[in-house]
T-cell receptor, first 114, second 112 residues
Framework: NAGVMQNPRHLVRRRGQEARLRCSPMKGHSHVYWYRQLPEEGLKFMVYLQKENIIDESGMPKERFSAEFPKEGPSILRIQQVVRGDSAAYFC????????????FGPGTRLTVT | AQSVTQPDIHITVSEGASLELRCNYSYGATPYLFWYVQSPGQGLQLLLKYFSGDTLVQGIKGFEAEFKRSQSSFNLRKPSVHWSDAAEYFCASSGSARQLTFGSGTQLTVLP
């Protein structure tokens, strides 16, 4: 039973480019969460999605960041016009939903903006 | 709003010694509580969780945690630490909003 998969594991972008981070949840999981870990900071919630729905995006920066979880395919976190401050590790977690709050994390994508 | 505090940024213990990592939470109701471990360059692995019931929770790798409502604490313990336990440990809580709120983490160093 494969765990949560994220790709790419490492991503280098120049300032102004777009970054697309992908997350495939565990089999049977319909809920996806994105978290960001900035250097010298803890993990911060960004967005919570179910299939085709954004449930809670209270942790998303107001500009340049968007997320989706389509009916088919992985969840995508998209960062437009990246800046150096976007350099961080981005983690995806999934859960079965319903009453379970147990979240299983992927290995993360480490984004470096040069 | 929820908050989780891990007062110890860095802890060093000798291999074979006992370990206790502190965690305090702030939440109106009883939250769901978790401990995760993160090795360098890796994702987070769930060690254990508390939802309700028995306040002493057993997890993987020989870890346990005790929920104490009166102290708003959920401390992680291990009776005998192994060198492979060196990692960063995160306490987290969730409530009705489902998102996890993390503490700032405790870095564990294990001396031979």
């Amino acid at each position: 039973n494969a765990g949560v998969m994220q790709n790419p594991r490492h991503l280098v972008r120049r300032r102004g480019q777009e970054a697309r981070l992908r997350c495939s949840p565990m089999k049977g999981h319909s809920h996806v969460y994105w978290y960001r870990q900035l250097p010298e900071e803890g993990l911060k919630f960004m967005v919570y999605l179910q299939k085709e729905n954004i449930i809670d995006e209270s942790g998303m920066p107001k500009e340049r960041f968007s997320a989706e979880f389509p009916k088919e395919g992985p969840s995508i976190l998209r960062i437009q016009q990246v800046v150096r401050g976007d350099s961080a590790a981005y983690f995806c977690a999934s859960s079965p939903g319903l009453d379970s709050d147990e979240q299983y994390f992927g290995p993360g994508t480490r984004l470096t903006v040069t | 709003a929820q908050s989780v505090t891990q007062p110890d940024i860095h802890i060093t213990v000798s291999e074979g010694a006992s370990l206790e990592l502190r965690c305090n939470y702030s939440y109106g109701a009883t939250p769901y509580l978790f401990w995760y471990v993160q090795s360098p360059g890796q994702g987070l692995q769930l060690l254990l969780k508390y939802f309700s019931g028995d306040t002493l929770v057993q997890g993987i790798k020989g870890f346990e945690a005790e929920f104490k409502r009166s102290q708003s604490s959920f401390n992680l313990r291990k009776p005998s630490v192994h060198w492979s336990d060196a990692a960063e440990y995160f306490c987290a809580s969730s409530g009705s909003a489902r998102q996890l709120t993390f503490g700032s983490g405790t870095q564990l160093t294990v001396l031979p």
